[in-house]
């Protein structure tokens, strides 16, 4: 059974950081791509950041230069390195797991098997 487990939110001030964690099991974590979503209340959940099998890197716009994404395949793990927080970075923060990685796709919720069950980040201002 594939499980997914976020850790490390919390409540931040504004310029502050966090450092999310994302712990895999059930899966062989080394072939799979690694992403991070979001979800505000009222809002879609929207796509954050994605980390490939072989280390490609992507973000959406509003992460770049502020959040660092990475994994460990010896601890099945991944990372949301988060620096300089705003308070519209408030939100549930998902990973999810890609065993059929598609860079056209990496946006695309459904796209990716696993889903963890989300870390709340809450940025004051």
């Known amino acids: 059974q594939v499980q997914l487990v976020e850790s490390g939110g919390g409540l931040v001030q504004a310029g502050g950081s966090l450092r999310l964690s994302c712990a895999a099991s059930?899966?062989?974590?080394?072939?799979?791509?690694m992403g991070w979503f979001r979800q505000a209340p009222g809002k879609e959940r929207e796509f954050v950041a994605a980390v490939t099998r072989t280390g490609n890197i992507y973000y959406t716009d509003s992460a770049k230069g502020r959040f660092t994404i990475s994994r460990d395949n010896a601890k099945n793990a991944a990372y949301l390195q988060m620096n300089s927080l705003k308070p519209e970075d408030t939100a549930v923060y998902y990973c999810?797991?890609?065993?059929?990685?598609?860079?056209?796709?990496?946006?695309?919720?459904?796209?990716?098997?696993?889903w963890g069950q989300g870390t709340q980040v809450t940025v004051s201002s």
């Open positions: 999810a797991a890609d065993r059929r990685w598609s860079s056209l796709q990496r946006s695309v919720p459904a796209t990716y098997d696993y």
């Open positions: 059930g899966l062989t974590f080394s072939t799979v791509a």
